[in-house]
């Protein structure tokens, strides 16, 4: 399977607006209708937990999401789609990215860096009311990526601090325990319009401007006559350019539809029949699904097993892959035997010297085989340099320094010169290597 893998992550602390369905949600269930890639869509719960305390909140967010994405579209069967707090190996992965991540690195994600910077304005003290929880974000969000091994993370500009620092964490970690992860990409689809608000600015919830997703024909009908116009008159030409109105209603017509509004506009259309225009226009997309997302709501035992269903798959590949970390990093069977590094390289099977003193204040060394079998012994130098500069001859020379060396080393009992000689060769050839 060579197909290019997308994951991307919904943080389960509020309603869907019209604003996530067009810059995240619609472009999100397009995509995972290619054929050339495999997607991954959760719900990020764990870090709801970060901004939101209502309990109740995020249950009811987690729902909602999840209602919002499967009735837009989004076919369990052909992606994996989960909710992350179903997904055990990542906690154990963010710990696993903890301990290779610089905390440096974290103290200048944005987010952490906005919360100091607020509390050191009002010189409080700097972390005042910052949880570790919105410090250890970024690593989270690391492991949500990493444990799928996702190529494209497609996010809005605001997180791509979050894939840099995802990238990182697979460097590091690859460069300690071998090559496990693939670092990702951010994937930011400039094409897609960030929606205005009721109010002209962005729609967010943070601006309270937002026209909630699945609002009641009625209540959808209400929101937008309060979208903000200038005070033109009926029959006085409009401006489409810095229109909030124009711009909601590109973001769901078609090219045609757009330039006939355009026209409208031109020809001085009533705001009232504009906004009408654009009711129906959005209304016209959003009821059929309206209608099997309410289905969904009220039926939720069928989005806890779908989402159930989609942590099992999930999960077929996240705990075979967290096996494989865990001996990565040794937290290992103890039955199985250990592999240092040292056992595994050549290194532990070479002769060794080892310096020592003895209680003359002499300075001498020895050198033993991997068994520990002692192969020769010098005689005492009244410094350790000299020590050394004879062990540096041996070990560059080998046997043939050694009937010069006649005066400072013994042979051990029992050892030929031709077995000294062998296992200084095997320091060289090591040395070498
Ligand atoms: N931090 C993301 C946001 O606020 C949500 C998220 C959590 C996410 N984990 C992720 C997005 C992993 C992409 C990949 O939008």
Same mark, same amino acid.
């Given at each position: ?131 570790? !929880? ?253 020590? !050394? ?45």
């Amino acid at each position: 399977m060579s197909s290019t893998r997308f994951l991307t992550g919904i943080t389960t602390s509020g309603t869907p607006h019209l604003g996530n369905y067009v810059g995240s949600i619609r472009p999100s269930v397009r995509a995972s209708l290619r054929t050339d890639v495999e997607s991954f869509y959760f719900l990020a719960d764990y870090h709801a937990l970060i901004k939101v305390e209502e309990p109740g909140r995020i249950q009811r967010s987690t729902l909602e999401i999840a209602a919002s994405w499967l009735a837009a579209g989004l076919d369990p069967e052909r992606v994996t789609f989960y909710r992350q707090s179903d997904i055990p190996e990542i906690p154990e992965l963010t710990w696993f990215l903890t301990c290779v991540t610089g905390k440096g690195v974290l103290n200048r994600a944005h987010a952490y860096k906005a919360a100091v910077d607020k509390n050191t304005a009002i010189a409080a003290d700097t972390d005042a009311d910052i949880t570790a !929880g919105l410090f250890m974000y970024p690593v989270l969000m690391g492991a949500d990526i990493l444990l799928f091994n996702a190529h494209k993370v497609p996010v809005g500009r605001d997180q791509i601090q979050h894939i840099e620092m995802a990238r990182d964490m697979a460097y590091s970690f690859n460069h300690r325990y071998g090559e496990h992860f693939v670092p990702p990409e951010a994937e930011i689809e400039e094409s897609v319009a960030t929606l205005p608000g009721l109010d002209g600015r962005k729609m967010s919830k943070s601006y309270d401007n937002t026209i909630p997703l699945f609002a009641p024909r009625e209540q959808l009908k209400k929101l937008i006559a309060g979208i903000v116009t200038d005070s033109r008159a009926p029959g006085e030409a409009k401006d489409a350019e810095g229109s909030a109105l124009f711009q909601i209603y590109q973001a769901f017509a078609s090219e045609e539809e757009t330039a006939a509004l355009r026209k409208s506009y031109a020809d001085g259309i009533a705001w009232a029949d504009a906004k009408n225009v654009l009711f129906e226009r959005i209304d016209r997309e959003i009821a059929p699904m309206r209608e099997a997302y309410l289905d969904l709501i009220n039926h939720p035992a069928r989005i806890e097993e779908i989402l159930l269903a989609g942590a099992a798959k999930a999960r077929k590949l996240a705990t075979p892959f967290m096996g494989r970390l865990r001996h990565a990093v040794g937290l290992r069977d103890l039955r199985v035997q250990a592999t240092t590094k040292a056992a595994k390289s050549t290194k532990a099977n070479l002769p060794t010297f080892k310096q020592y003193r003895e209680t003359t204040g002499k300075f001498h060394f020895k050198l033993v085989d991997a068994q520990g079998r002692l192969l020769l012994q010098s005689h005492g130098f009244d410094s350790p340099k000299d020590a !050394g500069k004879t062990i540096g001859l041996l070990q560059q020379q080998g046997g043939a320094a050694l009937t010069g060396l006649a005066a400072q080393i013994d042979m051990a009992a029992n050892i030929t010169l031709e077995e000294v000689g062998a296992a200084l060769q095997q320091l060289i050839d090591a040395a070498a290597t």
